[in-house]
């Protein structure tokens, strides 16, 4: 079927940014959180002054992240004017409740350093669309869900797990899909059938009933919004196909970041890999899947 074929074939391509969630009994926004910061050496990637974000692709920090590409909060947007991409820059990440943004950032020099950040597969075969079944998941509801139901609508789908300590990873991604919910049901160019997808990489702990819960603190719209979580097995399936990369670590998952879009030919039409505020993105290209023949691109 064109939906898998199309899934499975775009998946061997994407960029693979792995990040790790901070190891903290402290959840986001909770009374207990503590202000924290790392310094981090990275080379700028895109810089957008309109939103006060920088992407930057970072070195691994010891004990709280791996190296990855991600796009950061700036709180004072007149350093951006001093930056260029591919320049090799240090700075300093804060974090704070649900909150991240980074300062004292610092041009080293034109000099890209070696990042230890993987790399884009194009020489894998496309893999041959898998059964069926394999694409079943059960959602907040406890109801079987196969993913072909989607064929024909926009849509948007990510990976995140409900246990993610740190406000810019997955919490970050949900909200960007609560925020662009709301944007998408109040506008009156918006395709009526789209439809967002969060998919949990933590079946263990993530049943139908945490599901729920997680999905009625972002005031989800069921008819919408739907949150899966299915047999391990089938959920490593899916994240290959996509490209996406997780492991387990400890309590919590080193992992990379995905949103994809995907129009109504079943193609998909874009996708972020990395995580920050991009929910009016999210809005403009679900606008785009509505229409036929939406181009593939990455972010």
């Given at each position: 079927?064109?939906?898998?074929?199309?899934?499975?074939?775009?998946?061997?391509?994407?960029?693979?940014?792995?990040?790790?969630?901070?190891?903290?009994?402290?959840?986001?926004?909770?009374?207990?959180?503590?202000?924290?910061?790392?310094?981090?050496?990275?080379?700028?990637?895109?810089?957008?002054?309109?939103?006060?974000?920088?992407?930057?692709?970072?070195?691994?920090?010891?004990?709280?992240?791996?190296?990855?590409?991600?796009?950061?909060?700036?709180?004072?947007?007149?350093?951006?004017?001093?930056?260029?991409?591919?320049?090799?820059?240090?700075?300093?990440?804060?974090?704070?409740?649900?909150?991240?943004?980074?300062?004292?950032?610092?041009?080293?020099?034109?000099?890209?350093?070696?990042?230890?950040?993987?790399?884009?597969?194009?020489?894998?075969?496309?893999?041959?669309?898998?059964?069926s079944e394999l694409f079943t998941f059960t959602n907040q509801f406890g109801q079987a869900v196969n993913l072909?139901?989607?064929?024909?609508?926009?849509?948007?789908?990510?990976?995140?797990?409900?246990?993610?300590?740190?406000?810019?990873?997955?919490?970050?991604?949900?909200?960007?899909?609560?925020?662009?919910?709301?944007?998408?049901?109040?506008?009156?160019?918006?395709?009526?059938?789209?439809?967002?997808?969060?998919?949990?990489?933590?079946?263990?702990?993530?049943?139908?009933?945490?599901?729920?819960?997680?999905?009625?603190?972002?005031?989800?719209?069921?008819?919408?919004?739907?949150?899966?979580?299915?047999?391990?097995?089938?959920?490593?399936?899916?994240?290959?196909?996509?490209?996406?990369?997780?492991?387990?670590?400890?309590?919590?998952?080193?992992?990379?970041?995905?949103?994809?879009?995907?129009?109504?030919?079943?193609?998909?039409?874009?996708?972020?890999?990395?995580?920050?505020?991009?929910?009016?993105d999210i809005v403009k290209e679900m606008k785009k899947a509505g229409e036929q023949g939406g181009a593939v691109?990455?972010?």
């Amino acid at each position: 079927m064109l939906f898998m074929r199309q899934i499975f074939a775009f998946g061997s391509l994407i960029l693979c940014a792995s990040c790790s969630s901070r190891h903290s009994s402290d959840a986001p926004g909770s009374a207990s959180a503590k202000q924290e910061s790392h310094s981090l050496t990275g080379v700028v990637r895109q810089i957008k002054p309109e939103n006060q974000t920088v992407v930057i692709s970072h070195e691994a920090v010891p004990d709280y992240m791996s190296a990855m590409t991600m796009l950061f909060k700036v709180r004072d947007s007149k350093i951006l004017a001093t930056l260029q991409t591919n320049t090799a820059v240090t700075f300093r990440l804060n974090i704070q409740n649900d909150e991240s943004w980074i300062d004292q950032i610092k041009v080293l020099s034109n000099a890209v350093p070696q990042l230890a950040l993987s790399a884009p597969n194009t020489n894998s075969p496309a893999q041959p669309s898998p059964p069926s079944e394999l694409f079943t998941f059960t959602n907040q509801f406890g109801q079987a869900v196969n993913l072909t139901e989607f064929r024909g609508q926009p849509l948007a789908l990510t990976f995140f797990f409900t246990r993610c300590p740190v406000p810019d990873y997955c919490p970050r991604l949900s909200k960007n899909f609560q925020e662009a919910s709301e944007k998408l049901a109040s506008s009156s160019d918006a395709p009526t059938n789209w439809h967002f997808l969060s998919i949990t990489i933590d079946p263990d702990n993530d049943t139908p009933a945490a599901l729920r819960r997680y999905a009625e603190s972002y005031h989800y719209d069921s008819n919408h919004w739907t949150f899966l979580t299915g047999p391990k097995d089938r959920i490593e399936n899916l994240t290959r196909g996509f490209g996406f990369e997780y492991k387990p670590d400890g309590a919590f998952f080193n992992h990379g970041f995905r949103t994809v879009i995907i129009d109504v030919s079943n193609r998909v039409q874009q996708v972020f890999p990395f995580s920050g505020n991009f929910s009016d993105d999210i809005v403009k290209e679900m606008k785009k899947a509505g229409e036929q023949g939406g181009a593939v691109s990455g972010k």
